[in-house]
Each structure stands twice: as structure tokens, then as C-alpha cells.
């Protein structure tokens, strides 16, 4: 069935309009100050007035599948994609995350078929290059002929996830060859290593001592690192989950001196401090991420950023695990407490709340650093990330006079805590499409699982 929208105010990163928007099928055909339609169409009219019309979001950086810390991440693409449109976001990209041990293909095919016939959502992958050497490299390379052009590394997690400098630079290479975009945790591994043994051999074992084990001076060096084995390949990198004014600086240094360098930072860190994590009786383990929440000035540093668009996206790092039996891990070594602070049903309704509503970035900013900046850069631009002829209807009706809270008890995630419990939001959507379907209405899931697809995307030759 055809889909109208009616009387809303349409945002795009750029401009404001009072416009109907018809989409045939899956796509938008037609936007125009008034459309009326002869009665013998067959449509679905949803009248947006006195509400804003957004292009769907797209979260570039969540987990889903997610083996870490000797556990699981709690969420299913079930429960993530029905979370994840609850709160308007219409695509996932997530981290397909192999150990050093697994074989890429086959862990590429495993994160797919977590999704397939079960995301609610479109989704798509940054295929995580957990290990390079002359067996993965071909795989890496098959992996992008199957329309998956950015890859994912991780400067920290000795051990893990992490990779050398002799793989980071190989990588890099290829990145460079094929057109593909890096995606970067950036954080001295070695660094962190020591002072996390330092600060346990000191009886100093709780979630307070997350922060001071990775300070943002670790960061910063991670960012560094990266930047000058990008300026020396001449590979595009995208630093994942910024938290602080010094690694902001190191990579805007380097795109001075002409490194192809983006930045992403989380939601969490825009409106969390490191406070949280130093919360008695354990509490703070719910507030654990990497890198760590941070003093509370960095937060201003960061909105900065978002508004002179300094800093290209926000994301999540959405990375599900329960409080009981799972951070409790981490009880008496917080080095122990699995990692994430889930957001991705909150991001857009905090980002509006505490973001627009507080003066701190307009609402085409908003747009542009949860939408249309991700599709830019990961090869979406212009089927996602716009509202324009020939994009994909993903479409959030918007209303900015609901009023409500953030609870645990009400979400979607699948995960038994909230690091917002309790916050007011002003604003949520009453109306969230994928391709022309309805999926969500007043935070309600109403659609079909399984209709999202797998976007395949095509490398950026520069
Ligand atoms: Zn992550």
C-alpha cells in the first residue's frame, strides 16, 4: 500500500519545509506543499501536523552479536531492531567482531544469519579485521566484493580484538586499495594493560578505577597512532566513540595536515560522566564502556564539536549486558565488568531532549550527526540519510510535545537496567517506516520482523 504524510515540517541536515511526502511502494515519489489524492488510491495517510518528519536514522556503530568478556551481549537483532526503531532508528550498522582465531568469512556469514529473518530494521556490517595476514586478506578482500566496504579495528584489547602495528599498516594498505573506510577504536593497548595491573596490585578493584586505568591521554595517543599510519597509507579512517577534547585534537590536527579523518562520538558520553561509574554498592559497573566516561567538561568540548560539525556522527557503541550475572562478573575486578552502556532505543530521543531542546545543536544537526553524516561516509547517501525523490521511505513522524521517561521497566532492549532510569524526554516518535511500511507507532512496535534487509555497499574509490 502506498504511504502519505501529511502537514508535518520536513528536516533534512540542511533545510526545513512544510511538505507532504507520497512514497510508492518502498521510496519516496513525490514531496509537495499539499498532495490530495483521488479517493480510489489505495493509501495510508498519517497526519503529521504540528510534528517534525526526519529521514529514518541510522546508528553506524552498535553490537548485536557480540561474544566479549567471557559472556554474550544480551540482545537479539529481535529485541535490538524493535528497540532501535522504537527510538527512530530504521538502520544498524553493526560490528561484526571475530576473535584472532576465527576465520573472517565464516564469522561474516555467522553475524549475517543473526540478522537475516529476524531484523525489523535495514542493517549492514563494518567487517571487524581482527587478525591480517596473507590467508584473511583474501577473505577481507571477498567480504567487500559482497558489498561490505568498511572495516573495523581495534587499537585496544591486547589480546582480543586487538591487532599490531605490522597488521594495522597492511591493513590500512588494503583499505587503501579497495576504497574502504577504517573504523577505529583508538586506545594505547599497552598503556591501559599496565596501569589496569598497577591499579589492581593497589587493591584498587571497582568500577571507579575504569576511568583512571584508560585516561584520555591513552586516547589521545590511540588517536595519534592511528592518524599517522593513515597519513602515511593515505587510508580513510573513522575514529569510533571520541570521548574527550584530546583526542578530538589529535585528530583534527591531523586533518590539518590533510588525513582523511572522521569522527564519531556516543551518545553516553554526551550526556554521562564519569561520575556514574563511581557510584557506591557497585552501581557504577552499569556505567562501564571503553573508552570511559569521562569528566564532566569534556562534555561541552563534544556538543561543540557536533554543532561546528567538527565531530561527523553520534552512534551508540550499544553493547547490552545485564547488571545481574554479567557486570556482577567484574564485582571484585573491574577489569572484569563487560563493557557497554546500551542506548540504541534513547539515542535520538536524548540527542532531542538534551541536545536540541537545550540550545546545544540545532535540529538540522541533529540530522546530519544521527543520519545523514553515517550514510555519507558508509556508502547510504542517498538511498538512507535524506528525504528526497528516489530515497527509501524510512521516515520518523516526530512529536515534540510528548512527555515521558526513560525506564527499564517500559524498553526494548532486552537488557535489565537503564542508564537513564528515570530521565525525563521531551519528544519521541509516533510514526517510524522502513521502506514505506509502518514498523513503530507511539513507541510501540507494530510491523513485521524479518522485513529488514541487508544493505550492500559499494567501496568509495579516492
Ligand atoms: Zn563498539
Redesign the pocket.
Known amino acids: 500500500m502506498a504511504l502519505l504524510i501529511k502537514n508535518g515540517r520536513i528536516v533534512t541536515s540542511t533545510d526545513e519545509l512544510e511538505a507532504d511526502i507520497y512514497c510508492d511502494g518502498e521510496t519516496i515519489t513525490r514531496i509537495a506543499p499539499r498532495i490530495d489524492l483521488p479517493s480510489t488510491v489505495d493509501v495510508e495517510t498519517i497526519d503529521a501536523a504540528g510534528k517534525f518528519v526526519f529521514p529514518g536514522f541510522i546508528d553506524p556503530?552498535?553490537?548485536i552479536h557480540l561474544p566479549f568478556m567471557g559472556t554474550y551481549a544480551k540482545d537479539t537483532y529481535e529485541s535490538a531492531s524493535k528497540a532501535a526503531l522504537a527510538g527512530g532508528t530504521t538502520t544498524l550498522i553493526e560490528?561484526c567482531?571475530p576473535s584472532r582465531t576465527e576465520e573472517p568469512l565464516e564469522a561474516f556469514e555467522l553475524w549475517c544469519s543473526k540478522a537475516v529473518g529476524l531484523a525489523a530494521c535495514d542493517y549492514t556490517f563494518h567487517m571487524g579485521v581482527t587478525r591480517f595476514d596473507a590467508s584473511t586478506e583474501q577473505q577481507f578482500r571477498a567480504i567487500v566484493n559482497q558489498g561490505i566496504s568498511s572495516f573495523?579495528i581495534f587499537l585496544a584489547y591486547k589480546g582480543a580484538f586487538g591487532i599490531d602495528d605490522t597488521e594495522l599498516y597492511h591493513t590500512l594498505m588494503l583499505a587503501k586499495e579497495l576504497g574502504v573506510i577504517v573504523t577505529a577504536?583508538c586506545e594505547n593497548e599497552t598503556a591501559v594493560f599496565e596501569r589496569q595491573q598497577a591499579l589492581l596490585t593497589a587493591g584498587q578493584t571497582g568500577p571507579e578505577y575504569h576511568e583512571p586505568s584508560r585516561p584520555p591521554l591513552v586516547e589521545a595517543e590511540g588517536v595519534h597512532h592511528l592518524m599517522t599510519f593513515a597519513q602515511l597509507t593515505g587510508a580513510h579512517i573513522y575514529v569510533?566513540?571520541t570521548s574527550c577534547d584530546e583526542a578530538i585534537q589529535a585528530a583534527q590536527a591531523a586533518r590539518y595536515h590533510g588525513v582523511s579523518a572522521w569522527m564519531e562520538t556516543?551518545v553516553p558520553y554526551l550526556v554521562l560522566d564519569k561520575r556514574y561509574a563511581e557510584q557506591p554498592e557497585f552501581e557504577g559497573a552499569k556505567y562501564v564502556m571503553s573508552p570511559p566516561l569521562r569528566d564532566v567538561r569534556h562534555q561541552v568540548v563534544l556538543w561543540d564539536a557536533i554543532r561546528s560539525r567538527l565531530i561527523s556522527t553520534v552512534a551508540t557503541?550499544?553493547?547490552p549486558f545485564d547488571f545481574r550475572g554479567q557486570k556482577e562478573m567484574g564485582r571484585n575486578d573491574f577489569t572484569k565488568i563487560p563493557?557497554?552502556i546500551p542506548s540504541v532505543e534513547d539515542r535520538v530521543n536524548l540527542l532531542y531532549t538534551y541536545g536540541v531542546n537545550k540550545g546545544r545543536i540545532d535540529r538540522n544537526t541533529l540530522v546530519d550527526s544521527a543520519s545523514t553524516q553515517a550514510a555519507k561516509l558508509f556508502g547510504l547517501y542517498p538511498r538512507k540519510g535524506t528525504i528526497q525523490l528516489g530515497s527509501d521511505a524510512d521516515l520518523v513522524v516526530y512529536d515534540p510535545d510528548y512527555r515521558g521517561t526513560i525506564s527499564a521497566a517500559t524498553q526494548q532492549m532486552d537488557v535489565d537496567y537503564s542508564a537513564f532510569e528515570g530521565w525525563p524526554i521531551e519528544g519521541r516518535p509516533s510514526v517510524v517506516t522502513v521502506r514505506g511500511q509502518v514498523q513503530v507507532r507511539d513507541g510501540q512496535f507494530t510491523g513485521t520482523l524479518g522485513r529488514g534487509q541487508l544493505l550492500t555497499r559499494e567501496p568509495t574509490h579516492f
Do not use: R
Open positions: 556503530h552498535v553490537h560490528m567482531c573495523k577504536h569510533v566513540h556516543v557503541d550499544h553493547a563493557n557497554g
